[in-house]
């Protein structure tokens, strides 16, 4: 499938984060933001959030509570504790890095000579 | 705040189980309705858009065991359903948990007794403040004894000591008023307390400044077991005076509970200074060449003196003495060791290092065995195992379980083994193994047992665990489910297989090593030592503490015999002074000289064989047979010439040959010349296993001495001649303290080191046989079962009964073949240390080599014939229809 990306492995972390960090979020709620946001091309698999999701509420970065979703079913919402906004931001920061040094990387033409 | 979110996690997880998992359950279904409704809205119909939702959401089960693992405090709750499940699995096998268990109780059992005697004899200290820097000495080439003078000079010259106390044995007749009782206790130096820094549990210690010269400090400190004891915790007790072999003493303290003496195997009933032994023993204090005085001498080391400076710093010193005093000195070294057990330190050190060795094999074979078992199980159950993997189990979760089960069945082992060690263990340290003497084996358990027993089990478990590691990591659950549980036969050499082998290795060398102790107790029982103990009675008296002196003695000793020669049914009664050969140790040397030496110096000594002083007719009552010459009379008293009778041994090294000895003159200490009247066979003296050695025999006439032993021998019952023997006595003297014992039951003291040596080794052999019989069976039932279908067929194609024995146990003969010759080999390499510990214990022995071959093919029949009869009795028509 064209225009489809493997998502790199310890991204899903931050990809939830930022989903989450827009407005509370259901389970379901996540994939569609991610989906939503990346222009569909980053899909994560169904069933592998949900150990994402309880990890980052260990954490203490996500909190949750139950209530009713648009669809007017019971589901469980996930928004951003205090420390998980913090820990977002750091994320970004170090992925906008990584990303710039990447891509400076993969610039650079061959000198001529 | 994180640590709290975590602790939250963890703690609802463990405390509300039901409700998180609720939780998670309908947190996923909600998930799969609100794609499902995605789905519907885009035009799918209900039922397919729930399927294809279900579908994307991947593995259900794994993504929940995934995130149950996110939630944290995953160890423990593992660990637990691992548990439970183990516990489950194992009640449906009962069998196999029973074996397991039991072949574990006995291994680690093993271990902590042996463990236990180490912890005991080795490596914790006397009961005492600073007990590791706390080294005893002996000084003399017999072993433990040297002379009080000598010891003083070691105390004042040595650099190395802080201080240096000394004790000895105090044998007496303890006297509170009424009646007198056999106690045993320490004669000790007045110091003795003080460099052992302990305190009184009651009253006080003597000390230094009690000591005036001889006889000067009539104390008595009892120990804490016997005033418990003799005095019912009586604190009135101090002050009071009692009679110590009739002298009396004053008691002023009592030791505290945890002290028992500085003699490892013996507990003390009492303390006395050694200053006033000689009115109670006898012992003469104050004469520098007697060996008799000084049991041990021990002190703290000064910081930074090993005990290797010492031994020479005290070697230095006893060079000069020797210089000093050239003719009380025989040939003497330092020894420096553990107080309490410096003259067996290296016999023990050597026997428990080797039980150590042997117990650590017991459980290596054990866990062989285990793992094997395992192993089979593991290949049994692989369709059961493929089944949870292919459910989405990961392979990590399924070796913990496994290893949960091993550990588990480790430590419910490890628990009933414990429970046996520890019994046995307290029953050992109760144990009196002579009634007579107040000998103990201090192997208390304590905390130390309990946790290596643990320890031991959970590396058994773990270790015996991993055996089936690698069958699990290769598992492929689609080829297991396809075809069945036939696996590969006919593969080189398995795992399994090389365990076994070297499990019955390991069981031959217990085998091999428990027969040749077995066979060298009983050649020991059957040696020639030179007398005839069977039928004899031993009547110790001492005419000295009753009262008796100068020619009082000789007479009333030569009365005594001539009484007891009238006893019905008595045949022959010698005396011999102090006590026979190999009781208690006793026997002592003493230089003698060729009679042209005039300088009695100890470097002029010709021999140093054993000397005894016997009565007229004593070798006819000892049984032992006078080659030549003639034998005492009483005629040979102390107006007529001194003569001697001497063994085999000292006419070949005196005289250079047995027939030039007869006639033929040599010199004692004092400078007393002898002639040689006799000659008698060689014998034992001293101990079971010392090499041939010279003996003197003296005329007791002309050596006098009150301490003596009767030797009657005669075949009637012994409880009437006891009887008859101390009615004869009484006639004699009344008030005379008479001690009657067979001969053959006070030679259980020389034959107890051999003999625990045996026992442990004989027990510890028949574990290596059981675990090799429950190893091979094991093997081959499983062999044969899993090879029904093949066998089936053989037969069904016309095999012979012999052929479908060779398919079905050939390869488990072959392992046993292997597996008894090496450790045969290993066996008798290891033997040679027992060796040192039990007397004619040689491995090249025939008897023993036939012995270990027969004990294991029996053991392998005993553990092939049900599985043999089973192969045997196969019936290949149902067998076929079967399957």
Redesign the interface.
């Given at each position: 499938m064209a225009g489809e990306a493997q998502i790199l492995p310890g991204t899903l972390d931050l990809l939830i984060l930022k989903a989450v960090s827009l407005g509370p979020l259901h389970g379901y709620g996540v994939l569609l933001r991610i989906g939503q946001i990346s222009g569909q091309t980053l899909l994560i698999e169904q069933g592998a959030l949900y150990p994402a999701l309880f990890r980052l509420v260990r954490q203490g970065l996500l909190r949750a509570t139950w209530g009713t979703s648009e669809n007017n079913r019971r589901a469980k919402f996930y928004e951003l504790t205090a420390s998980g906004r913090k820990r977002l931001r750091e994320e970004t920061d170090g992925w906008n890095r990584l990303a710039a040094a990447m891509g400076s990387v993969l610039a650079a033409q061959p000198e001529k000579s | 705040?994180?640590f709290?979110?975590?602790f939250r996690?963890v703690a609802a997880k463990l405390l509300y189980r039901p409700q998180v998992e609720d939780?998670?359950e309908?947190?996923?279904r909600?998930?799969i309705?609100?794609?499902a409704?995605d789905l519907e809205h885009s035009g799918m119909n209900r039922i397919e858009a729930e399927r294809r939702a279900r579908i994307?959401?991947?593995?259900?089960a794994?993504?929940?065991e995934?995130?149950r693992?996110?939630?944290?405090g995953n160890f423990i709750e593992t660990l637990l359903q691992d548990a439970r499940f183990s516990i489950r699995v194992l009640c449906k096998s009962p069998g196999f948990a029973i074996v397991a268990i039991l072949t574990l109780a006995m291994a680690i059992g093993a271990n902590a007794v042996v463990f236990g005697v180490l912890n005991g004899l080795i490596l914790r200290p006397l009961n005492v403040p600073q007990a590791e820097s706390l080294w005893g000495t002996e000084y003399g080439a017999d072993p433990g004894f040297q002379s009080y003078p000598n010891y003083r000079d070691l105390r004042d010259r040595n650099h190395s000591f802080e201080d240096l106390a000394a004790f000895n044995f105090a044998f007496v007749g303890l006297d509170t008023g009424n009646h007198p009782f056999r106690a045993m206790g320490f004669a000790t130096t007045g110091n003795y307390f003080d460099v052992l820094r302990i305190r009184p549990y009651l009253g006080r210690f003597f000390h230094s400044s009690d000591e005036h010269g001889p006889n000067s400090a009539p104390y008595l400190v009892l120990s804490y077991a016997y005033w418990h004891r003799r005095f019912q915790d009586d604190r009135s007790v101090i002050g009071r005076t009692v009679l110590l072999n009739k002298h009396p003493f004053t008691i002023i303290g009592v030791a505290p509970p945890e002290f028992r003496g500085t003699l490892l195997f013996a507990s003390s009933d009492f303390f006395m200074p050694i200053v006033d032994q000689e009115q109670v023993n006898g012992l003469p204090l104050n004469v520098r060449g007697t060996t008799q005085e000084i049991f041990e001498a021990f002190g703290h080391l000064r910081p930074g003196v090993t005990p290797a400076q010492a031994t020479a710093d005290l070697d230095a010193v006893g060079a000069d003495l020797e210089k000093t005093y050239p003719k009380e000195f025989g040939q003497k070294r330092s020894v420096v060791g553990r107080v309490g057990l410096t003259s067996f330190d290296h016999a023990v050190r050597a026997f428990v290092l080797a039980l150590t060795l042997l117990a650590g094999l017991i459980l290596l074979a054990a866990c062989a065995n285990l793992g094997g078992l395992f192993a089979a199980r593991a290949a049994d159950r692989s369709r059961e195992l493929a089944l949870r993997l292919a459910l989405g189990s990961s392979r990590h979760r399924i070796l913990r379980s496994l290893l949960t089960e091993a550990v588990l069945i480790s430590l419910a082992g490890g628990a009933v083994g414990l429970w046996a060690s520890v019994e046995l263990l307290y029953r050992l340290s109760g144990w009196q193994p002579f009634p007579g003497a107040p000998i103990r084996i201090p192997v208390t358990p304590d905390a130390k047992v309990y946790a290596v027993a643990l320890m031991v089990a959970v590396v058994s478990g773990l270790l015996f665990g991993m055996v089936p590691l690698r069958q699990v990591l290769r598992t492929d659950p689609y080829q297991i489910i396809k075809s069945g549980s036939a696996s590969k036969i006919g593969r080189r050499i398995s795992l399994r297989e090389l365990l076994l082998g070297g499990q019955i290795a390991i069981c031959a060398v217990l085998v091999t090593s428990s027969m040749v102790a077995v066979r060298g107790l009983f050649r020991s029982l059957n040696a020639d030592l030179g007398i005839q103990p069977r039928n004899t009675m031993l009547v110790t008296t001492n005419l000295a503490t009753a009262g008796y002196s100068g020619d009082q003695v000789i007479t009333m000793q030569k009365r005594m015999i001539t009484v007891l020669k009238t006893i019905p049914g008595v045949e022959q009664v010698g005396l011999v002074n102090n006590y026979p050969p190999l009781i208690y140790a006793s026997a002592s040397r003493a230089n003698v000289f060729k009679t042209k030496t005039s300088d009695l110096r100890p470097s002029n000594v010709a021999a140093r064989p054993y000397r005894f002083e016997v009565s007229p007719r004593y070798f006819q009552a000892a049984g032992t047979s006078l080659l030549a010459g003639r034998g005492f009379t009483w005629h040979d008293d102390k107006n007529a010439p001194r003569v001697a009778i001497v063994n085999r041994e000292f006419a070949h090294r005196m005289f250079g040959s047995v027939t030039l000895a007869i006639g033929s003159y040599y010199k004692l200490q004092d400078g007393t010349r002898v002639q040689v009247v006799g000659l008698v066979e060689d014998g034992k003296y001293l101990s079971l296993t010392e090499d041939p050695q010279p003996a003197m025999f003296l005329p007791s006439p002309q050596w006098p001495s009150g301490d003596s032993s009767v030797i009657v021998r005669s075949s009637h019952d012994t409880q009437k001649l006891i009887l008859a023997i101390r009615g004869k006595l009484r006639e004699l003297d009344r008030g005379l303290p008479v001690d009657t014992e067979t001969w053959n039951s006070m030679l259980k003291v020389v034959l107890f080191p051999s003999r625990v040596a045996t026992i442990s080794l004989g027990v510890l052999g028949l574990m290596g046989a059981m675990l090799s019989i429950t190893g091979i069976f094991g093997m081959a039932a499983y062999s044969v079962s899993k090879r029904l279908r093949e066998l089936g067929i053989r037969m069904a194609l016309g095999a012979q009964r012999k052929e479908v024995l060779q398919a079905a146990l050939g390869r488990a003969f072959k392992l046993l073949a292997f597996g008894s010759a090496a450790g045969l080999v290993l066996g008798i390499l290891a033997s040679r240390v027992l060796a040192s510990i039990v007397y004619e214990a040689t491995p090249r022995d025939p008897v023993v080599l036939a012995g270990v071959v027969l004990a294991m093919t029996s053991l392998g029949l005993l553990a092939t014939w049900v599985p043999a009869q089973r192969a045997l009795s196969l019936d290949p028509t149902t067998l076929l229809r079967e399957e």
């Open positions: - | 705040m994180r709290l979110a975590y996690s939780d998670m309908q947190e996923l909600s998930h309705h609100h794609r409704d994307e959401f991947g593995g259900h794994r993504f929940k995934e995130a693992e996110a939630l944290g």
